[in-house]
């Protein structure tokens, strides 16, 4: 009798045992990509799935162990942040894990564990490689520091800010330019002398760098610094400026007027100076004359002009023939890709010699005609 009993007792205890076993859940964790490599500063982002195997729901809620002192982490379902989660049963939910890795870390292999917490447990291991060495600081590069050009250039140089600390800094921007010399920061195309960056943010910025007029030629250094309170980087400019350029247009006497009768004309002698410290090469000459004017130079381009030489160019000026008496302007260039120089001149046409003859020539017959028409006739 009591063996009856007891098998009857064993028998129903088994019976619960397994009716409890079969209501239990079992929550798996998965994502494919559990080992990432990162940089100091990153946010490493995984998709996991949060997969429910069992026969009814189950509320899972998460903990992260193992985590890097400073490193932080959020855990998140359709872009809200989530403290516990809801699996149907035979069915699956997917989480968002954002791992923050620090600016300042040392450079190595990191691992952290990934906790589902239900009626089961499961856990999911992470490892993150940080490929380089973390800093505290301020990052201000430049890919190009040295320009070349001449006196009237204006030198552009892109450089990076990044801001690798913790918090917002905000960045004045100075130059120490030699005397004479302007700076210009730009951000986003407008003049700036500061800027705002968050944690890991960074931004272009263009520096416009205009020579002082007249520099000599010679290389000159500009430090430029990005500071921030505690924080501050420096990038060392270097423009060289080639020399000046520079060129006048005028005459020997640097009279800028002339005579001349219609239909005819009239040599004018120019003078070319090279004024800047470069020689020029490829001096065009050209002229701007009143309609139907005629212009012809002995030469319309100088191949070489050195630095503080002279160049005498002749320029001969037709008139058309039925010119007006009056004053005309002619406009006389000479032009390099780098400089060039006007001469106005004043053209004073006057009325031909030959035609004023003339004229005299027909008041005279005029007159002895009324004489011998006079004595012929005036007695009668």
């Given at each position: 009798m009591k063996k009856t009993i007891f098998l009857l007792v064993m028998f129903l205890f088994g019976g619960i045992m397994i009716s409890t076993d079969t209501s239990h859940a079992d929550v798996t964790v998965y994502t494919p990509y559990t080992g990432l490599s990162v940089t100091p500063g990153?946010?490493?982002?995984?998709?996991?799935?949060?997969?429910?195997n069992g026969s009814s729901i189950e509320n899972v809620t998460f903990d992260v162990e193992g985590l890097p002192e400073d490193w932080e982490y959020s855990i998140s379902a359709n872009g809200t942040s989530i403290q516990q989660l809801s699996v149907r049963p035979n069915s699956e939910e997917d989480i968002r894990l954002v791992v923050t890795v620090p600016l300042q870390v040392e450079k190595g292999e990191y691992q952290f564990n990934l906790v589902a917490n239900g009626t089961s447990e499961d856990m999911l291991p992470f490892i993150v490689n940080v490929t380089e060495e973390g800093t505290f600081e301020t990052n201000f590069t430049m890919d190009q520091r040295n320009m070349q050009g001449h006196a009237e250039s204006e030198f552009t140089y892109n450089a990076t800010l990044k801001n690798q600390t913790a918090e917002q800094q905000h960045y004045s921007l100075t130059a120490q330019a030699p005397q004479g010399w302007t700076v210009q920061f730009k951000a986003e195309g407008n003049g700036v002398t500061s800027i705002t960056l968050e944690p890991s943010e960074e931004k272009s910025i263009e520096v416009l760098v205009t020579p002082a007029e007249n520099a000599k030629a010679d290389t000159y250094t500009i430090p430029i610094v990005a500071s921030a309170g505690a924080t501050s980087s420096e990038i060392e400019l270097e423009a060289v400026i080639t020399g000046t350029y520079g060129i006048t247009l005028s005459t020997p006497d640097g009279n800028l007027s002339a005579d001349v009768t219609a239909g005819g004309r009239r040599t004018i002698e120019l003078v070319v100076?090279?004024?800047?410290?470069?020689?020029?090469?490829?001096?065009?000459?050209?002229?701007?004359?009143?309609?139907?004017?005629?212009?012809?130079?002995?030469?319309?381009?100088?191949?070489?002009?050195?630095?503080?030489?002279?160049?005498?160019?002749?320029?001969?000026?037709?008139?058309?023939?039925?010119?007006i008496a009056g004053d005309y302007v002619t406009t006389f260039t000479a032009q390099t890709a780098e400089a060039s120089s006007d001469a106005t001149f004043r053209m004073s046409v006057k009325t031909s010699t030959l035609w004023g003859l003339v004229g005299v020539g027909i008041i005279i017959a005029v007159i002895a005609g009324l004489y011998l028409i006079y004595r012929k006739y005036g007695r009668r």
């Open positions: 990153e946010d490493v982002e995984y998709s996991v799935d949060i997969i429910n100076e090279n004024t800047g410290t470069t020689d020029l090469t490829e001096i065009n000459l050209r002229a701007n004359t009143p309609p139907n004017w005629e212009v012809e130079f002995n030469e319309d381009t100088i191949p070489t002009l050195k630095a503080g030489e002279k160049s005498n160019v002749k320029a001969s000026l037709t008139a058309p023939d039925n010119a």
